[in-house]
């Protein structure tokens, strides 16, 4: 099942991003401030802040190991099976909101009718959300988030970042998250709901961290990879082909000595720079091109905010000296 | 009557010769779509007898179709990327064995009960540079279904898987990316190290 649960890990974790998104966009707002430290040596061009990243996933892992973990799984040992299932089921049920506003953002309109149909049943027939009903009927559950949206609209992917408490995002991530929770109704509501949301983002993903605890080697970079990877079939809906990956790939390393190969390194940054989405859509309008031409402005400045990351690292690092002074 | 029996004889020869042909012909020239799914119906099999082999049973039974249907000396090598040729041919070896290991290791460990779930194939095509990908699903009673993409290419009359793709997520690239910040950051010995953790995480459970 080593496959099996890579998507359906990705699909949870995504579940644990997005409860508390506001608050990241406001941590990180906190953080900018302006610093201009030197730049690291870049190994991988998605991730050049590795050095930070790191840092917060180490910090993530123990507030997981120390707190959210044994939380959840309180939770999980108090609830029954029934009763957790329709919790999953009633938070899902809301987020279809947002992926029937991404629809019609990314013209997926047939797409649209089908989850607004999917919104419509659950939340009548399946009881306010509670119960999974229009799966029986045929109607899957769809994956479409803002930072898909942006994605088709040809917004470069950016950096990957890791955030603290949320976890794995990418400079387009961060405001595609923010409009996310902004549209999602759960954000409005009082915090023992939003507690709720929090356990039961931890429960479902419960199986995937496990599975990237057996199955890593070095469980950040097993993080950053299947995470990128998973985006970006998402916002391709599975089109973009990784088939010319493995020719590069092989080329690469009997090649030998090919300096350009590092580049390559994770494919969601390849696509974006080359067979990617702002190619493929100026292929058939000009408009699109522009329009993407000004987002990557946007982008751009994201990234500069990313910038000051370096910053949250260095006051980690400050912590950890400080710890070990006493 | 020793004309009849030579001619006997010699039609049994015959018979034997064309069978014994058609069956080489059947392993040999097998397209990669039979590769792919004889691995899957043999994984499949497995499965259904999990329980009752336990992990070294799955481990055993799945040895050779695993070895069989993967060209895993070419996968280990893409996996440690340009690092590959600063090994010496005894690290080289030493790869090319943990990791077909690890490689069995981990079907054997994840595909351990059977619940109804089954492989459908959807398509095949070929690729720019003579590889063929065969696209299947993995369907999961109660579950959504997994796309599998296998990319196989020709090795000899055969073929081989090289690379898999689950609902997007390249094994070879995440593998990759693993395998070669380790050998950066922390060298070869601690790469040997870890995997045979998780092999023998593996076998515990």
């Known amino acids: 099942m080593n496959r099996l649960h890579k998507g359906n890990r990705s699909v949870k974790m995504q579940h644990t991003f997005s409860g508390l998104l506001i608050v990241v966009a406001l941590t990180l707002g906190g953080c900018a401030t302006t610093g201009d430290v030197a730049h690291q040596a870049v190994v991988n061009k998605t991730d050049p802040y590795e050095n930070v990243n790191r840092k917060i996933f180490g910090f993530n892992d123990s507030v997981d190991n120390y707190v959210a973990e044994p939380v959840s799984n309180a939770y999980k040992w108090i609830t029954p099976q029934f009763m957790q299932t329709g919790v999953f089921n009633f938070f899902n049920n809301l987020k279809n909101i947002n992926v029937v506003i991404n629809d019609v953002l990314q013209a997926k309109f047939s797409q649209s009718v089908e989850d607004t149909g999917r919104l419509a049943i659950n939340s009548t027939l399946g009881l306010g959300g509670l119960v999974d009903v229009a799966k029986h009927v045929g109607l899957e559950q769809n994956e479409e988030d803002f930072d898909q949206t942006l994605a088709v609209w040809g917004v470069p992917q950016g950096s990957y970042l890791v955030l603290p408490i949320l976890g794995p995002s990418t400079a387009r991530g961060i405001p595609g998250a923010v409009f996310d929770a902004a549209a999602n109704p759960v954000s409005y509501i009082g915090m023992p709901v939003q507690l709720l949301s929090m356990l039961n983002a931890r429960a479902s993903a419960e199986g995937a961290l496990k599975f990237i605890d057996e199955a890593a080697l070095d469980p950040y970079v097993f993080t950053r990879e299947s995470f990128l990877q998973w985006r970006n079939n998402l916002a391709t809906d599975g089109k973009a082909e990784a088939s010319f990956d493995i020719d590069d790939l092989e080329d690469e390393s009997l090649d030998g000595d090919n300096s350009a190969a590092f580049s390559q390194d994770s494919s969601g940054d390849a696509h974006t720079d080359k067979p990617g989405f702002a190619l493929r859509l100026d292929e058939k309008t000009q408009k699109i091109e522009q329009v993407s031409y000004s987002f990557s402005s946007v982008a751009q400045s994201f990234d500069a905010t990313a910038k000051s990351f370096e910053e949250a690292g260095n006051k980690l690092d400050k912590l950890e000296t400080l710890k070990r002074r006493r | ?205």
């Open chain 2, 1 to 205: 009557m020793i004309l009849k029996s030579m001619k006997l004889a010699v039609v049994f020869m015959f018979v034997l010769f064309g069978t014994m042909n058609a069956f080489a012909l059947d392993e040999g020239d097998a397209t990669a779509k039979q590769v792919v799914e004889k691995f899957q119906s043999d994984l499949i099999d497995v499965m259904k007898d999990g329980k009752k082999l336990g992990y070294a049973g799955r481990y055993e039974k799945l040895k050779n179709p695993v070895s069989n249907s993967h060209e895993l000396t070419k996968i280990a090598r893409i996996v440690v990327g340009k690092e590959w040729e600063k090994l010496s041919e005894e690290q080289q070896q030493k790869l090319v064995d943990v990791f077909s290991q690890l490689s069995i290791a981990s079907y054997a460990h994840n595909f351990k009960d059977y619940s109804g779930e089954s492989f459908v194939f959807d398509s095949e095509e070929e690729t720019t540079r003579g590889g063929v990908v065969v696209h299947s699903h993995f369907l999961i009673p109660g579950d959504k279904s997994v796309k599998f993409d296998y990319m196989l290419k020709e090795k000899g009359n055969s073929w081989r898987i090289i690379n898999i793709i689950a609902n997007g997520v390249s094994d070879l690239a995440l593998k990759r990316s693993e395998y070669t910040t380790i050998l950066q950051r922390e060298g070869f010995d601690v790469l040997i190290t870890k995997i045979n953790e998780k092999i023998n995480n593996y076998s515990k459970q």
